[in-house]
Each structure stands twice: as structure tokens, then as C-alpha cells.
């Protein structure tokens, strides 16, 4: 980019200490297990999964592959990670490695026959997951859960490994794509719930695939609306195939639909543009008795204003409407007016931490190109380099509640740990220095590009 000012070599620096960390997969796997075993029972903090992309080595061999580009000899641990991660392949994970070997294809070449086994197998894994839905819901009636449409284990994350499949030439990751953005468009419909008309990505708490919690907290049930587990998510996989070329009849007017309801619930104050990041039944149809929590700002990819901004910029370009492009930017924008140093998001990652925050920030900033949304990414790029911390097995960790003097965990992935902080800050030097465009993209898997 003409004019940017070089990357900090503060940034490039802590990159490389994140990646020695994290060279050695069964250094990697044993630190990880340590850490785990050390935390309180009481507390729920997902399992280390080896061959996923979000919490494993399939996510870690990514950032190897971006810094091959610098250097070819990292491509061995690149190599290695997908080779550890590959003996814990489930049928659930092999579009994570799909996409963590296709980025690797595109970049350097190679993986020729794991793609052509990994796109047919991905399919049927899909497949698998699109007839439980919608045989329930031809039984049962309407209702989710969200873990079934959700970036994080569902529907729009076996939606970016098909796009993938599609563009590898398998016809049926096209068809079957096809099949997936069928449902999405049907999510937008509206559906009639305890004699109301309501939005029809409305989440059931009885199914038993939704959250045990969320059956005190939502007992008539919800409508998600962050970028981890909401609404956001089925319109990101949308605007995403568009930008493809996927098309499929009512895909445009489901992602208006979805919009407007997200744009109607923007929350515009002194702190800023924010979401609510759940919408309780009651709230939703002005009936009163909610029991859902008042709203707090929050600026972080999963639930916050970063993740909802992107992808209500993603909906916006798709659409081709100024007005929702404008309001991303400026909501994206409005995080950089409020605090957000360390004490004020003391999480350091990508999934609600600075690095999420600073990823948007830096693909917005890209697209538009405006000055004040580089000026926040330039100083969150600073502030995340300087809390690299070297006396931690992996440089960050996750800390396990919002307090930075709290328990925290070492823990190395691309959703919570120190490789998506790492891949982040590439992300951005790549970005600052006008470096050409990487030809597959890693943060798809975050429904961020
Ligand atoms: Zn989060």
C-alpha cells in the first residue's frame, strides 16, 4: 500500500517467537494437555482436538504455511501438524483439513490426492448433518439449535469446506452446497412459535443438541445474532458463496432479510455501535417477563461489534447497498472510540479478544481502505505485540474469565490460542506492507473473508 508505514518489526518479531513455540506437534499436544489438566472441574472449556481446525493441529499447520512463504523450511512444520492432525481425522474433521490442505495447495503446491479422497468425504459428513436437520424439522416442526447452522460446528462451517470442494471442480460439493444455502434461505422465513410470527432462525432449548444452560436462561428460546454461533453466521456463508458465484433462488432476499433484523437491532450510544449478542423470544415479540441479561458492549468477533460489522459488510457488498457498508464501517469504526487496550478486552485472541477485533479491523480496512480503521489496526497490532508474554509455553493464553490476574490457560490454536494471534498479525503486516493477496484465504474458517 503506497504511504503505509512498515510493519512493526516489534509484530514480525513476536510472530516468530509464537511460531518457534509452537514448531514441535508433540510438544504442542503435551504443553496443551498439561495446561487442561490444570483447570478447575467446574469450569467448561471445549476438549483439544487434534484434527480440527478452530482447537488443533490443522489450524497450526496454517500458520506454517503462510510463513513458508518467507521461508520454505517452515513448510516441514507445516507438514508435520497436518500429519499429526491427519491420525486423529474423524469423519467431522476432514473439511478442516480440506481447508487447511487446500490453502496449502494454492500457496505451495502438493496434497493432490488428500483433496481428491477429503472433498467426497466432506460431502457426506454434510450431508449427514443436512438430513438429521431437516428430518427433524419435517417431524417436529421449527427450531434449531444453534451448534446446528453455527461457524463453529455447523451448517456454515461444512458450508466453507463445500465452497472449497466447488472450486477444486467436485460436482458434488456444488450440488450439496446448493442444498445448504437451500436451508439458510429457508432460516429467513418467518415461523409461527407460541402463536407468534417470529424470525425462523429461532432457537428451540428442548432439542438436545442446545446448551443445558440455555434452558433457564431462554426457556421460550432465542434468536443468536453474533458471528459464532448467530444469524451473522448462515450471512456471512451466504454473502461468501455469492462472492463465489454460488447462486441459489431466494439467497439474496434471505440475506436482506437477516439484515434488516440485525440492522434493527443495532444499539447506537455514547459507547458506540454494539449488538446484543442473544435476543431472547420475549424480547423479540414485546412480551414481557424476559429473563435475558441487559445488553453490555461488546467489541469481539464472536458475540461483539467486530464480528457483526464484517459480516454485516459481507451482506452489504453482496447486496450491493451502500447504506449497510457505511453502517459496518462505522460501527467497526465506533470500537476505536471507546477503550480497548488490554484492561479494557483483556483476552488477548481471536475469539472474543483483541486479535478478533484487530482481524476485522484489518479486512475492513482493507476493502475501504479508511484511515482511522488502519490507525486501530496499526495500534492493536502494538498493543497485542507488547502482551506477548515469554515466559508462557505458546506466548498468550486464554484466560478463562474476563480478568487478566485470573486463571488462564495455555493454549495454542487458531480460535483461543497463540496460532491465531500469530496468523493474525500476519494478517495484518501482510495487509500494511501491500503485500499481493494470498490465494486462498485462512480466516474463511471464521467466515471473516
Ligand atoms: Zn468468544
Same mark, same amino acid.
Given at each position: 500500500?503506497?504511504?503505509?508505514?512498515?510493519? &512493526?518489526?516489534?509484530?514480525?518479531?513476536?510472530?516468530?517467537?509464537?511460531?518457534?513455540?509452537?514448531?514441535?506437534?508433540?510438544?504442542?499436544?503435551?504443553?496443551?494437555?498439561?495446561?487442561?489438566?490444570?483447570?478447575?472441574?467446574?469450569?467448561?472449556?471445549?476438549? %483439544?482436538?487434534?484434527?480440527?481446525?478452530?482447537?488443533?493441529?490443522?489450524?497450526?499447520?496454517?500458520?506454517?504455511?503462510?510463513?513458508?512463504?518467507?521461508?520454505?523450511? %517452515?513448510? /516441514?512444520?507445516?507438514?508435520?501438524?497436518? *500429519?499429526? *492432525?491427519?491420525?486423529?481425522?474423524?469423519?467431522?474433521?476432514?473439511?478442516?483439513?480440506?481447508?487447511?490442505?487446500?490453502?496449502?495447495?494454492?500457496?505451495?503446491?502438493?496434497?493432490?490426492?488428500?483433496?481428491? @479422497?477429503?472433498?467426497?468425504?466432506?460431502?457426506?459428513?454434510?450431508?449427514?448433518?443436512?438430513?438429521?436437520?431437516?428430518?427433524?424439522?419435517?417431524?417436529?416442526?421449527?427450531?434449531?439449535? $444453534?451448534?446446528? $447452522?453455527?461457524? /463453529?460446528?455447523?451448517?456454515?462451517?461444512?458450508?466453507?469446506?463445500?465452497?472449497?470442494?466447488?472450486?477444486?471442480?467436485?460436482?458434488?460439493?456444488?450440488?450439496?452446497?446448493?442444498?445448504?444455502?437451500?436451508?439458510?434461505?429457508?432460516?429467513?422465513? &418467518?415461523?409461527?412459535?407460541?402463536?407468534?410470527?417470529?424470525?425462523?432462525?429461532?432457537?428451540?432449548?428442548?432439542?438436545?443438541?442446545?446448551?443445558?444452560?440455555?434452558?433457564?436462561?431462554?426457556?421460550?428460546?432465542?434468536?443468536?445474532?453474533?458471528?459464532?454461533?448467530? /444469524?451473522?453466521?448462515?450471512?456471512?456463508?451466504? !454473502?461468501?458463496?455469492?462472492?463465489?458465484?454460488?447462486?441459489?433462488?431466494?439467497?439474496?432476499?434471505?440475506?436482506?432479510?437477516?439484515?434488516?433484523?440485525?440492522?434493527?437491532?443495532?444499539?447506537?450510544?455514547?459507547?458506540?455501535?454494539?449488538?446484543?449478542?442473544?435476543? *431472547?423470544?420475549?424480547?423479540?415479540?414485546?412480551?414481557?417477563?424476559?429473563?435475558?441479561? +441487559?445488553?453490555?458492549?461488546? +467489541?469481539?468477533?464472536?458475540?461483539?461489534?467486530?464480528?457483526?460489522?464484517?459480516?454485516?459488510?459481507?451482506?452489504?457488498? !453482496?447486496?450491493?447497498?451502500?447504506?449497510?457498508?457505511?453502517?459496518?464501517?462505522?460501527?467497526?469504526?465506533?470500537?476505536?472510540?471507546?477503550?480497548?487496550? +488490554?484492561?479494557? /478486552?483483556? @483476552?488477548?485472541?481471536?475469539?472474543?479478544?483483541?486479535?478478533?477485533?484487530?482481524?476485522?479491523?484489518?479486512?475492513? !480496512?482493507?476493502?475501504?481502505?479508511?484511515?482511522?480503521?488502519?490507525?486501530?489496526?496499526?495500534?492493536?497490532?502494538?498493543?497485542? *505485540?507488547?502482551?506477548?508474554?515469554?515466559?508462557?509455553?505458546?506466548?498468550?493464553?486464554?484466560?478463562? +474469565?474476563?480478568?487478566?490476574?485470573?486463571?488462564?490457560?495455555?493454549?495454542?490454536?487458531?480460535?483461543?490460542?497463540?496460532?491465531?494471534?500469530?496468523?493474525?498479525?500476519?494478517?495484518?503486516?501482510?495487509?500494511?506492507?501491500?503485500?499481493?493477496?494470498?490465494?486462498?484465504?485462512?480466516?474463511?474458517?471464521?467466515?471473516?473473508?
Amino acid at each position: 500500500m503506497k504511504g503505509a508505514p512498515q510493519a &512493526p518489526s516489534q509484530v514480525i518479531c513476536v510472530v516468530r517467537a509464537v511460531a518457534e513455540r509452537l514448531r514441535m506437534p508433540d510438544d504442542v499436544d503435551r504443553l496443551t494437555q498439561q495446561s487442561r489438566a490444570q483447570v478447575p472441574a467446574h469450569i467448561r472449556f471445549p476438549h %483439544w482436538h487434534p484434527a480440527q481446525l478452530l482447537l488443533g493441529h490443522t489450524g497450526i499447520a496454517m500458520l506454517y504455511t503462510r510463513l513458508a512463504l518467507d521461508d520454505i523450511d %517452515w513448510a /516441514i512444520a507445516a507438514h508435520a501438524h497436518l *500429519a499429526t *492432525a491427519l491420525r486423529s481425522a474423524t469423519v467431522d474433521t476432514v473439511g478442516d483439513l480440506l481447508h487447511a490442505a487446500y490453502l496449502h495447495s494454492q500457496i505451495h503446491g502438493g496434497y493432490t490426492k488428500f483433496l481428491n @479422497d477429503a472433498a467426497p468425504a466432506h460431502v457426506s459428513a454434510v450431508r449427514d448433518l443436512l438430513n438429521r436437520i431437516s428430518q427433524r424439522l419435517r417431524t417436529d416442526g421449527p427450531g434449531l439449535a $444453534y451448534a446446528e $447452522y453455527d461457524v /463453529i460446528s455447523g451448517l456454515a462451517r461444512g458450508g466453507r469446506g463445500l465452497i472449497i470442494g466447488a472450486s477444486l471442480g467436485h460436482a458434488a460439493s456444488s450440488s450439496t452446497l446448493q442444498d445448504v444455502l437451500g436451508l439458510m434461505v429457508r432460516m429467513a422465513r &418467518p415461523i409461527l412459535v407460541h402463536g407468534e410470527q417470529v424470525p425462523g432462525w429461532w432457537t428451540d432449548p428442548q432439542l438436545n443438541a442446545a446448551p443445558e444452560a440455555d434452558r433457564a436462561a431462554y426457556p421460550h428460546g432465542e434468536f443468536n445474532l453474533g458471528i459464532a454461533h448467530g /444469524i451473522c453466521g448462515p450471512m456471512s456463508l451466504m !454473502a461468501l458463496a455469492h462472492r463465489a458465484g454460488h447462486r441459489t433462488p431466494g439467497m439474496l432476499d434471505a440475506i436482506r432479510t437477516m439484515a434488516n433484523w440485525v440492522m434493527r437491532k443495532r444499539i447506537v450510544g455514547e459507547q458506540g455501535t454494539f449488538w446484543p449478542g442473544r435476543v *431472547a423470544f420475549e424480547d423479540e415479540t414485546g412480551k414481557v417477563g424476559s429473563t435475558a441479561p +441487559s445488553v453490555t458492549p461488546r +467489541s469481539d468477533w464472536c458475540y461483539g461489534t467486530a464480528g457483526v460489522a464484517r459480516a454485516l459488510y459481507l451482506a452489504g457488498r !453482496a447486496l450491493k447497498d451502500p447504506m449497510l457498508t457505511q453502517v459496518s464501517v462505522d460501527a467497526m469504526r465506533s470500537i476505536f472510540q471507546r477503550p480497548y487496550g +488490554s484492561a479494557d /478486552i483483556p @483476552d488477548a485472541t481471536i475469539c472474543h479478544g483483541r486479535a478478533g477485533v484487530l482481524l476485522a479491523a484489518v479486512r475492513m !480496512a482493507s476493502d475501504t481502505g479508511h484511515p482511522a480503521l488502519w490507525e486501530g489496526a496499526d495500534q492493536m497490532a502494538l498493543q497485542l *505485540a507488547r502482551s506477548f508474554d515469554p515466559t508462557t509455553a505458546f506466548g498468550y493464553r486464554y484466560l478463562l +474469565s474476563q480478568n487478566v490476574n485470573g486463571p488462564a490457560v495455555d493454549e495454542p490454536g487458531v480460535l483461543q490460542g497463540a496460532a491465531g494471534v500469530a496468523l493474525t498479525l500476519l494478517s495484518y503486516t501482510d495487509a500494511r506492507s501491500g503485500a499481493p493477496p494470498i490465494p486462498a484465504t485462512w480466516d474463511g474458517a471464521l467466515l471473516m473473508g
